[in-house]
């Protein structure tokens, strides 16, 4: 092969290649617009949905005693302290994937355990919920009062 061939040849490949990384660039922007877009959408409805639940519990606190309210408040502590340890890990591994240039893809990553973990705790809040209700329906949680309760 001619020294020229091969220089005709590596320009072609350099055009090829120039053309595909445009290809792919313009996918995963519209990949990416696609992605907020749902994201965005999700946030909205998750929003929503916690506004009902915030709601509910409102109610469900009005009707509840104080020991009740205390174990809640040692839950949602508890609950606060591990999603903020969630939070950090998450921001660490979000470093080191700007650092290792693998920050598309650990997003993606992790929106995606994110949506999963936030869709697990919305199947335990509505177990929850339904059990209160079946409780509430069936009579039970309710001791009487003045019969040496805290809430006499």
């Given at each position: 092969m001619k020294l020229s061939d091969m220089f005709s040849t590596l320009a072609e490949n350099a055009r090829t290649y120039?053309?595909?990384v445009a290809e792919w660039q313009d996918d995963l922007n519209s990949r990416n617009d696609e992605m907020l877009a749902s994201a965005r959408k999700w946030q909205e409805t998750a929003?929503?949905?916690q506004d009902e639940m915030n709601r509910q519990f409102r109610g469900y606190f009005e009707e509840a005693g104080e020991n009740v309210r205390n174990q809640w408040q040692a839950m949602q502590n508890a609950w606060e302290e591990q999603f903020e340890k969630i939070?950090?890990?998450?921001?660490?591994?979000?470093?080191?994937?700007?650092?290792?240039?693998?920050?598309?893809?650990?997003?993606?990553?992790?929106a995606?355990?994110?949506v999963g973990f936030a869709q697990k705790m919305q199947d335990e809040a509505a177990n929850a919920i339904a059990a209160a209700t079946e409780a509430k329906?069936?009579?039970?949680?309710?001791?009487?009062?003045?019969?040496?309760?805290k809430d006499a």
């Open positions: 120039e053309k595909r929003l929503q949905r939070r950090e890990k998450g921001e660490e591994m979000r470093a080191a994937a700007l650092k290792s240039g693998h920050l598309p893809e650990w997003a993606e990553a992790y995606a355990q994110m329906s069936q009579g039970q949680g309710k001791a009487p009062r003045g019969k040496g309760t």
